[in-house]
């Protein structure tokens, strides 16, 4: 059973940044596929970003509406994953969630049925 934990989440203005952090706890952190998503309020869960076992370049997905201003990152020895999110806008307002995946790196990883184990969310408000 892995344990996850989010933290880094609030309210910020619109163009500014924030860096959430997943702790995981309880399996091997480098075993798993790890995944960001996000819901907001009458709208589906989405894929935010995903990083594979090792992370490194080619192996690492942005949904299209964060690239080039969200980064996903790993590290394997404090068992954490990290988002980095710039250039924020009102519209990237939702609960933020981390998850734990084991079935490998492919192109189901958007979809969230793909991630075993989820944190229990963030709160991220971008005001304009």
């Known amino acids: 059973q892995v344990v996850l934990v989010e933290s880094g989440g609030g309210p910020v203005q619109a163009g500014e940044s924030l860096r959430l952090s997943c702790a995981a706890s309880?399996?091997?952190?480098?075993?798993?596929?790890m995944g960001w998503f996000r819901q907001a309020p009458g709208k589906e869960r989405e894929i935010v970003a995903a990083?594979?076992?090792?992370?490194?370049?080619?192996?690492?997905y942005e949904g299209d509406s964060v690239k080039d201003r969200f980064t996903i990152s790993r590290d394997n020895f404090k068992n954490t994953v990290y988002l980095e999110m710039n250039s924020l806008k009102p519209e990237d307002s939702a609960v933020y969630y981390c998850?734990?995946?084991?079935?490998?790196?492919?192109?189901?990883?958007?979809?969230?049925?793909?991630?075993?184990?989820w944190g229990q969310g963030t709160q991220v408000t971008v005001s304009s």
């Open positions: 998850a734990a995946g084991d079935s490998g790196w492919g192109p189901w990883i958007s979809d969230s049925g793909s991630f075993r184990f």
């Open positions: 309880g399996g091997t952190f480098s075993n798993y596929v």
């Open positions: 990083i594979g076992l090792r992370g490194g370049r080619g192996n690492t």
